[in-house]
């Protein structure tokens, strides 16, 4: 190593506050943007299905040379934001082959209506700027932009997403080259153990309960539901209430955010090796596949379908993958050591004595070993479980 601190990539997302014109200037961009990707798109279907030819992201960008005399409006922000928008079809087509290549659901590129194209994305440095002393944002085409830089803008700005949700406005700004800051080693190791009542089990036997955000706006939302069922499609009535409803699940989830933010950061200040479990939420929240009935075809067996989706909303809302990214990235610019470990049989193992039998767990959260008798929370035991499983594999490395 030659002594330099490793440089990462982030992204930095703030409030925008546009004056009313430039609101209007972005929807009306948003709405040329949209037309564009649909019109990309198309293109696209239409030279596989009638040519059988493929059309690269390349030959949609030499297209945008003569759209200039034809849809002047469009190219109004600049080109590089056009090239944004063929790059998000050109993505699209990219994630399509790719869940293709692995086996699972496809789910093929569709047209975007205007709910569904809520940003707008510059993906190089031309055509704006950010003004950190003025706490603006210059965009070519509408102007200087009011944005609450409640942070500084660390490292060398390189792409930017301006995006809709609701009534407000949001600014990412992705950077490149933002120097670690390695804090002092405090010397401790902790192994964490995700659940779904109990968010975070640490082996130092602390329990983080979950704070049950949706619980909490269930009877909003329910209420806020039957009146949407009530009014007519198509009204405005109707779609101030969808409004409504979106409104509440952000608040959900800028909640849930906000813990894991503070959570993360905490574990992060206080220990310089985390082990934790390396959970495939994906397939834990996949449905059960269906039981064809053989005494009557056409018909399945019941497979617990019901409580499989209860559990899976209960594993999405306690934000496991959230949590366990921001871990990630957080403990990589402090320059600490988080250790990635396979869940299975944790919970099932003795931390005294290493015993590994299923009906060690008695329950959800009792934990009773039968050759020793150690007994304990279930998240607990499979916290120190993950310790010291991520202890050995540090060890491994190091002599590897």
């Not at 955000?213 to 198509?234: I, N, T, W």
């Not at 067996?301 to 989706?309: M, Y």
């Not at 099932?348 to 009906?359: E, L, R, S």
Request: glycine fraction near 8%.
């Amino acid at each position: 190593m030659d002594g330099k601190q490793p440089r990462r990539c982030r992204t930095l997302r703030v409030r925008l506050h546009p004056t009313f014109h430039q609101t209007i200037s972005l929807e009306r961009q948003l709405n040329h943007q949209r037309e564009l990707y649909n019109a990309a798109l198309e293109e696209r279907i239409g030279a596989w299905k009638w040519e059988h030819r493929s059309v690269s992201y390349f030959d949609q960008c030499r297209t945008l040379t003569g759209l200039d005399e034809v849809r002047p409006e469009v190219l109004s922000s600049g080109v590089t934001l056009c090239r944004g928008t063929l790059k998000r079809v050109d993505r699209a087509y990219s994630y399509f082959y790719g869940r293709l290549r692995r086996g699972e659901a496809p789910g093929f590129p569709r047209f975007k209506s205007a709910s569904r194209f809520t940003s707008l994305q510059w993906e190089d440095a031309n055509g704006w700027k950010v003004k950190s002393q003025e706490s603006r944002l210059y965009v070519f085409g509408i102007g200087d932009i009011k944005v609450n830089l409640h942070r500084p803008v660390v490292g060398t700005p390189k792409a930017i997403t301006i995006k809709r949700e609701g009534n407000k406005w949001w600014l990412s700004v992705r950077c490149v080259e933002v120097p670690a800051e390695p804090r002092s080693a405090p010397g401790r190791e902790v192994g964490i153990d995700l659940g779904v009542k109990n968010l975070v089990a640490t082996s130092d036997g602390e329990l983080i309960e979950g704070e049950g955000f949706v619980d909490r706006a269930k009877y909003q939302l329910s209420f806020a539901e039957r009146k949407l069922e009530r009014q007519q499609r198509g009204s405005k009535r109707r779609a101030t209430q969808l409004a409504h409803i979106g409104q509440l699940h952000r608040k959900i989830a800028n909640q849930r955010l906000n813990t894991s933010h503070q959570l993360s950061r905490r574990l992060v200040n206080e220990y310089d090796l985390i082990a934790i479990e390396n959970l495939a939420i994906k397939t834990m929240t996949r449905a059960p596949k269906a039981k064809p009935d053989p005494s009557r075809p056409g018909e399945y067996l019941p497979n617990g379908a019901t409580a499989k989706a209860i559990l899976n909303r209960s594993i999405l809302e306690a934000g496991r993958g959230q949590l366990a990214s921001q871990l990630l990235y957080k403990a990589e610019s402090a320059g600490e050591v988080v250790v990635a470990i396979d869940p299975r049989h944790t919970s099932q193992t003795c931390a005294q004595c290493g015993h590994v039998n299923a009906g060690n767990r008695v329950s959800q959260s009792a934990f009773r070993c039968r050759r020793c008798g150690h007994k304990d929370h279930a998240d607990l035991n499979a916290a120190r479980n993950i310790l010291r499983a991520g202890r050995a594999r540090r060890a491994s490395a190091r002599i590897g």
